[in-house]
């Protein structure tokens, strides 16, 4: 053993730590010829949005209506817009 440790983040010569330049400059998975995606059928590539739908926003809740909520199981968040959209719809009725 040569007594060096390797490097727990695991960045070397052949792996190095990507710089801001090598982010802008990639490229995601719609780039990818055909047959290397079919290598990977997990990987979907989504199309662009037709028209928005949900606006991304940060709102702080309660724990009890996270916990709630997320006793649901998957599409916790989904089922919070549901509910905030029934009271808007009682409100106008």
Known sequence: MS???PDPV???EEN???TEGDFKSALGPESLPPEVLA???KTRVRGAQKRPTKV???VRLSSEVIEHFRAGGAGWQT???DALKEIIARKLA
Do not use: L, Y
């Open 3 to 5: 007594g060096k440790r």
């Open 10 to 12: 695991g960045f070397d």
């Open 16 to 18: 190095p730590e990507w």
């Open 39 to 41: 290598a990977f059928p």
């Open 56 to 58: 991304p926003v940060s």
């Open 79 to 81: 089922r919070i817009d």
